[in-house]
């Protein structure tokens, strides 16, 4: 079912849903199914699945020689969707990148999506490369999410790339893409970004999830903003617990957002104590949902990113 489906069918009441990271190529799958159990508990209509962009690894080749090889670390995007949806009985979502993927490729991605069933997806640029200063798409490549999302919506309306071949079952589907309430860090302005947001809409986009946030005035600010200039899909907001005091520095530098002084005063005031900036980190969200919820807001969608025990907590007292 379409996550939008889910959405009209909730009819106001905010949703639970939640973003896995695949982990580590040789990992045992068994870890994730232990994160993910005990969130089943709150009965998520969707779950969420990253895609990670390749990266250099270094081997050894003796003689203090080392040979550079490119590599995806978390590979299984799409066969980890199959295997929550089929274990869970839940809709999975899974991310689909421009970075890293030629126009083809993508396209096979989304005739396997098809065959397994899943018509849920985020489309999504991808970052640039730990080495790379700026994205560079790759030869024959998407640039901007919103080309991906054209794409997709391509395929939508029935047409491969190559439009020699007939599709006699056309896919239907539902295309999340990414917003900013902080600004994309590369955009000029907010302003600017929101426009570049209401292209991926006009383009086919169905629904938005946003970047991580800790004021919630930020987001309601953005929504406002959004519908002012004519975006009326689901914003889906988007919200990560603080689990450890390096937080403070790390999601600002990566994200490029702020985080409240509050916040901020209340990790610090932990003195170093790990629990007790967990529990702060929980009690922020606890907050922060609730109000997004009595706000309306269409799900309220967690980065879990590894560890659910703080979710869990967070979930136990808002859903
Ligand atoms: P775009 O919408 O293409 O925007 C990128 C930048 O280009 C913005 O500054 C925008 O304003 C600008 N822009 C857009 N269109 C144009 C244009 N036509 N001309 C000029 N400028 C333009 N990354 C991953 O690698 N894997 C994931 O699984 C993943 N999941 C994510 C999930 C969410 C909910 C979010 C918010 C982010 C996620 N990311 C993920 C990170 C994301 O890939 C990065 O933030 C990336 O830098 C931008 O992606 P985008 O889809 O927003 O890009």
Known sequence: ???????????????????????????????LYDNIDPLMEFKPKFIDVTTSREEYVYIEKGNGLLERKMTRMRPGTVGICASLMHKYDVDTVPHVLCGGFTKEETEYVLVDLQYLGIDNLVALRGDSMKHESQFVPCEGGNNYAVDLVKQINRMNEGKFLNETVEMDTKPDFCIGVA??????????????????????????ADYVVTQMFFDNKKYFEFVEAAKNIGITVPIIPGIKPIAVERHLQILPKVFSLDLPLALEKAVLDCKGDKQAIRQ?????????????MAAGAPTVHYYSMGKSDNIVKIAREVF
């Not at 190529?25 to 870890?31: H, V, W």
């Not at 994309?184 to 907010?190: D, I, Q, R, Y």
């Not at 702060?280 to 997004?292: C, H, P, Y």
Request: proline share 6%.
């Open 1 to 31: 079912m379409k996550v939008t489906d889910h959405i009209k069918e909730a009819n106001g009441k905010s949703l639970f849903s939640f973003e896995i990271v695949p982990p580590v190529k040789g990992q045992n799958i068994q870890k």
């Open 280 to 292: 702060v980190g929980i009690e922020w969200a606890i907050e922060q949902s609730k109000e997004l």
């Open 179 to 204: 917003g900013y309430p902080e600004k994309h860090f590369e955009a000029p302005s907010l302003d600017s970004d929101l426009l570049r947001l209401k292209e991926k809409v006009d383009a086919g």
